[in-house]
């Protein structure tokens, strides 16, 4: 995990460049940590144990995460080839020799809906917890002090009253002209003010890893959906991994 020595030394360094008002004097781009270090207000906002585990949260949170979102991705992409090649040819009209930047990425609507589409059928995180501090109402169930919360968003994201045909995977869901979704019938990365403080960053690295492996490689995969043995763990897996195929693109 991250060593409060290294955020004591990078305070020490921060407050040296900057001036008495913690301003950056630079232009350049600033790490996490930097820009933690900026908002803590001389720890009466955040204090170097809570600018730890913000950094600890970026750094290693993500990582399982991530790696299992891309894995699901492949996965589902090599039981629907034909995505694939949705995915690269759009890539190519779209964007063509251009480099991949957070300002062209979002055109991409294609490798937007296949990834959005495995986040339905296979959460990454499928059980999200809310600890209960103020009893509230839910549905006319009073909910105590005290009780924890758990949403199975493996069991939400297949709810037929808004994802017809819920098994079948089917990006076309999430293009500009598919379904209206009801607020929190749909949250990969939780919602609300407890919300994944990363979603926008793993999507990015998703997406990235993603196209990159399909502009180089077909990827085919060996297990049937009815194959699957799953396992709500941190994260949500199969019990004998995933067996993937790559082939080289001629």
């Known amino acids: 995990m991250y060593n409060l020595q290294v955020i004591v030394e990078r305070k020490a360094q921060w407050k040296f460049k900057c001036d008495n008002n913690y301003n950056d004097a630079t232009k350049k781009r600033r790490a996490l940590l930097d ?29 399982d995460t991530m790696a299992t979102s ?16 949705k995915i690269v040819d759009e890539y190519n009209d779209v964007l063509g020799n251009d480099e991949i930047t957070l300002e062209n990425i979002h055109k991409l609507t294609w490798l937007d809906a296949c990834i959005k589409e495995q986040w339905r059928l296979y959460p990454v995180v499928p059980l ?48 500009s002209d598919g379904l209206k979704l009801p607020p929190y019938a749909f949250i990969p990365f939780s919602a609300g003010s407890r919300n994944c403080i990363g979603w926008k960053f793993a999507t990015l690295v998703i997406k990235v890893a993603v196209l990159n492996v399909l502009k ?12 699957l043995r799953l396992i709500s763990e941190l994260v ?3 019990a004998n991994g995933l067996r993937l195929k790559i082939t080289p693109r001629e």
Request: charged fraction near 25%; glycine fraction near 4%; aromatic fraction near 12%.
């Open 35 to 63: 820009l933690l270090l900026e908002i803590s207000d001389s720890g009466t906002v955040l204090s170097d144990e809570d600018i730890r585990e913000e950094v600890n949260t970026f750094m290693y949170a993500g990582h």
């Open 70 to 85: 891309i894995s699901w991705t492949l996965y589902v992409l090599g039981r629907h080839p034909e995505y694939q090649e």
């Open 128 to 175: 999200i917890a809310r600890q209960i501090y103020t009893p509230i109402e839910i549905i006319g169930n009073q909910i105590p002090s005290g009780s924890t919360v758990l949403i199975n968003s493996y069991l939400l994201h297949r709810d037929a009253r808004h994802f017809p045909e819920p098994e079948i995977y089917r990006p076309e869901r999430f293009l």
């Open 216 to 227: 180089a490689y077909r990827v085919e995969a060996f297990d049937r959906e009815d194959q």
């Open 236 to 238: 949500l897996v199969n």
